[in-house]
Each structure stands twice: as structure tokens, then as C-alpha cells.
């Protein structure tokens, strides 16, 4: 059962245009979503986050949306630079014990931004 | 130093071996994470340490045995692993309270 989804496993887009990357979650319990960022033999590295209780969250060139009745983020990065091609992740938090904590990933989306 | 360092890189072990994978960070974070990723999936959660004591167990099985021997190191004890637990297992770290978390490289560990 997974409960995050990015159903894109790739993407591709011109340098200098906008990425929209879209995750979509199934447990409404969820408190933080997130954006990792990995690169090939490295570990994921954090980018962004969004509290369950906002609907926008913006850091330089990322933004990451939610929009809680459709229970679907998004992540846009204007304007993309070839440095951001990568893998991305979006991860859901939700605190608590075990069986009810969960810091769940995403399947990931391989963007790949063309010079 | 704004890093999870993570040794060592690759581990082949037989399934009749002990070895055990660590973890280090110099950043003041007081939890931090084991997760192990199959190729081609995402990151899944195995152990939460907080303040150097086991909060969060995954169900994972007896023969991966987690050790947080002070604030800044994290053991991965293993035993009589399986060939299916061959994956990359990753080591994270963060404030407590905080949800963005700073993973290591990982080690990519082949049973054989």
C-alpha cells in the first residue's frame, strides 16, 4: 500500500522554464510534507518543507504547494538550471509512536533539465 | 561540518557473517534514522533514535540490531542476513522537531 505516489517517473524541461513535480498522498493524518532532492550516490538531500496546515511554501527558486481536499502537492522550481537534474523525492510526516508514526517516501521523479 | 558521514561505502557479507554498519554526525542532532532503499524505491524507515534511545522500531527483523553508543554515532549490527537485504541503507540525522533531514551517502550492502 503505498500511501505516497509520484506518478511521473521522469520529466524533462528546457533550461530556464518551470519544473512541476506532483506527489499525491492517501492519509489525511499526515502534519509535514517534503521535498528531497537526490543525486546518484549520494543520499537524498532536503530541500523543503510544507506544515499540513499552510498551502504554500516558498524558498529562492522552489515553491511547493498543497492542496489538502485534493490531497496532492506539488513542487515547482523556477526557472530550472541543469543542476537540478536530479531524482526528487516527496516524503509525508506524521509524529507519534510506533505504528502510528510515519516519515513515508515518495517513488521519485527523475527530472532532467536540457541545456 | 554539516554532514552524516557513513562507513563504509560498500559491504559484501556472507550469510553467516557479523558486521555492522556506522554512522556519525557533529551537528548537534539528537535523532537519528536508519532506512534502507531497494533499487528503484524509495527510502524506507527502519530505526528512530531520539536522545540516544530507540523510539521507533519499523518491525524490522531481529537480524538487523540497531546501537546509539552516544549522540553523535549510530551502529547497524548484522547478522545472518538474507540475500533480499542487499539494498543501500542510509543513515539521516535531524534537530528533534525538525522533519528535513540530512542523510549520509549510504552504504550499499551486497549478501551473498
Known amino acids: 500500500d503505498q500511501q505516497v505516489k509520484q506518478n511521473s517517473p521522469s520529466l524533462s524541461v528546457q533550461e530556464g522554464r518551470i519544473s512541476i513535480l506532483n506527489c499525491d498522498y492517501t492519509n489525511s493524518m499526515f502534519d509535514y510534507f517534503l521535498w528531497y532532492k537526490k543525486y546518484p550516490a549520494e543520499g537524498p538531500t532536503f530541500l523543503i518543507s510544507?506544515?499540513?496546515?499552510?498551502d504554500k511554501n516558498e524558498d529562492g527558486r522552489f515553491t511547493v504547494f498543497l492542496n489538502k481536499s485534493a490531497k496532492h502537492l506539488s513542487l515547482h522550481i523556477v526557472p530550472s538550471q541543469p543542476g537540478d537534474s536530479a531524482v526528487y523525492f516527496c516524503?509525508?510526516?506524521?509524529?507519534?509512536?510506533?505504528?502510528?508514526?510515519?516519515?513515508?517516501f515518495g517513488t521519485g521523479t527523475r527530472l532532467k533539465v536540457l541545456a | 561540518d554539516t554532514e552524516v558521514t557513513q562507513t563504509p561505502k560498500h559491504l559484501v557479507m556472507g550469510m553467516t557473517n557479523k558486521k555492522s554498519l556506522k554512522c556519525e554526525q557533529h551537528?548537534?542532532?539528537?535523532?537519528m534514522y536508519w532506512y534502507k532503499q531497494k533499487a528503484k524505491k524509495p527510502p524506507e524507515l527502519m530505526f528512530v533514535y531520539s536522545y540516544e534511545k530507540l523510539s521507533i522500531n519499523e518491525s524490522v527483523p531481529s537480524r538487523f540490531s540497531p546501537e546509539c553508543p552516544n549522540s553523535s554515532l549510530l551502529n547497524l549490527h548484522l547478522h545472518a542476513l538474507q540475500p533480499e537485504d542487499s539494498a543501500l541503507y542510509l543513515c539521516a540525522s535531524s534537530q528533534t522537531g525538525n522533519y528535513g533531514y540530512t542523510f549520509g551517502s549510504g552504504t550499499r550492502l551486497t549478501v551473498v
Open positions: 516524503a509525508a510526516y506524521r509524529g507519534g509512536t510506533s505504528g502510528t508514526y510515519k516519515y513515508i
Open positions: 510544507i506544515s499540513s496546515i499552510k
Open positions: 551537528m548537534g542532532h539528537r535523532a
